[in-house]
């Protein structure tokens, strides 16, 4: 593959009306391996969309071969993929991926590939090598967030490109499928591939050898604020969650075994385990969004399962975020309306709220610096801003159990650092408990002191310190 020169020659970006990028210049000699940094808003994923041609730009971008104008084949892959049915119609919402009927609607990975090349042989060694294969005809639905970028990964390289743009590809990756794409990009360097990365500092592959700053961002604060009115939790339970002998089970696939688990107020929990490993459909059991919890001995909150209880009854006591719910969250919805929804656990402010609730929701969003977008949509903002409202959404209602599944995903360093601050300070409240799911030991919050350990649909459990890790 003959080397490509690229260069950027004053180039200017826009969105939505605003100057984001100013007279942007670089040249890239063939054999460049770029990362693109600066802070949250700072225009990289913005810039990648240039090089595409998704998004228009003044300036000048060029691609040479030996000396020659190109148009080199790129492909960009963002940080999720989004699919809809098999007719093509419809987009998912969030539970749908925990109900085995209706997830029958969403296309399989053979599908989706087939669609792409048809012949497997191109794209079955890609599978294998990420571990994918076993996974051929499950529905996307069903994924993990670390499978669907494995698969989006294999659904890029299948289009040969000769430049690749990865926007934050180890996102939702665990250690091992982490290192198996690091030495997947490493061995298409040595074939010539070109690639551009978005990715945190500890992340950056050995092969990347050039760097672009493109700017500051709006995150310059040192760090966020709990709100200063924020109360303890009003509500006390002997036991939040009561487990024994779960199981789930999608057809002939078993995802828990005689999971046994317990949860009381003041406890914090790390869940961990490999990508797939049924971390996504514990917690889907806690939060109320499984049906098959009817058919398990389980107590959310000192209450029985299947008693007359509502999916709300359980919902009002848990502030959850994970990476499924910001792929399936209405982006139309403002950002001051994503944070009042967290107060009816809904996806849409449906009802109107109280002088209290409308002041806890601008104290939240003052907490997380969103004041000044807090009347945009949240398509408008970037990944890592969507996220903090997801977050802000999660703590207004001050539950008594925060579910914080890969929390940090998307967000920068200082981000990263300033929000487990504030978990930090909740965790201070000794009728609050928190489960914090992670594949990152680093990004804890010093106040957990629980694991739970899935593998092969089994649970390990015990409590935790940064001596007694469990291997998952």
């Known amino acids: ?67 020659a104008p190109v148009k080199p084949r790129v492909i960009r892959v963002e940080q999720h993929y989004h699919f809809t049915n098999r007719s093509h119609v419809n987009s998912f919402y969030y539970q749908q991926r925990f109900n085995s009927t209706e997830a029958d609607d969403a296309a399989t990975i053979r599908e989706e590939l087939l669609q792409l090349d048809p012949d497997a042989s191109k794209w079955m060694p890609m599978l294998e090598m990420f571990s994918m294969s076993r996974h051929l005809d499950a529905p996307l639905l069903h994924l993990s967030s670390g499978e669907h970028k494995r698969f989006q990964l294999v659904r890029a390289f299948l289009q040969a490109p000769q430049i690749m743009i990865l926007d934050e590809p180890f996102t939702g990756m665990d250690a091992h499928s982490r290192k198996l794409l690091t030495d997947f990009l490493t061995a298409k360097v040595a074939e010539g591939m070109m690639f551009i990365l978005i990715c945190h500092a500890d992340e950056t592959p050995a092969f990347i050898n050039t760097e672009l700053f493109v700017g500051p961002g709006r995150m310059a604060l040192g760090d966020f604020q709990v709100p200063d009115e924020l109360q303890p939790v009003q509500d006390s339970f002997n036991t939040l969650i009561d487990m024994a002998d779960t199981h789930i089970r999608y057809g002939q696939r078993t995802i828990l075994e005689n999971v046994n688990w317990t949860v009381k107020p003041g406890e914090y929990w790390w869940l ?100 000044p977008e807090k009347d945009q949509p949240l398509s408008l903002l970037s990944t890592s801003r969507q996220r903090l409202a997801l977050l802000a959404r999660a703590m207004v209602k001050n539950p008594a159990l925060l579910v914080l599944d890969e929390p940090c995903q998307g967000l920068s360093d200082a981000q990263q650092k300033a929000f487990t601050r504030v978990v930090e300070i909740l965790c201070e409240d000794p009728l609050r408990s928190i489960i914090y799911v992670t594949h990152y030991e680093n990004e804890l919050p010093a106040c957990i002191d629980h694991q739970i350990a899935l593998s092969g649909g089994h649970a390990m459990v015990q409590e935790f310190s940064s001596m007694t890790t469990l291997t998952a």
Do not use: C
Request: charged fraction near 15%; charge should be neutral; proline fraction near 2%.
């Open 1 to 67: 593959m003959t080397g490509i020169t690229t260069i950027g020659n004053n180039i200017n970006l826009r969105w939505q009306g605003k100057s984001i990028l100013d007279n942007i210049s670089f040249a890239w000699e063939p054999g460049s391996q770029v990362l693109l940094t600066g802070g949250p808003g700072s225009g990289k994923t913005l810039l990648t969309k240039a090089f595409t041609g998704e998004l228009f730009h003044e300036g000048t971008l060029q691609f040479l071969q030996n000396g």
């Open 272 to 371: 961990k385990g490999a990508n797939g490993s049924g971390k996504s459909t514990l917690l889907s059991l806690v939060t109320g969004d499984n049906p098959q919890a009817y058919a398990n001995n389980m107590k959310l909150f000192d209450r029985q399962r299947g008693t007359g209880e509502t999916i709300w009854d359980i919902k009002k006591n848990i502030g959850f975020v994970s990476p499924e719910l910001q792929w399936y969250f209405d982006r139309t919805m403002t950002v001051y309306h994503t944070v009042a929804s967290g107060w009816f656990d809904t996806i849409g402010l449906f009802r109107t709220l109280s002088t209290e609730q409308h002041q806890t929701v601008l104290q939240w969003l003052r907490a997380f610096d969103l004041l």
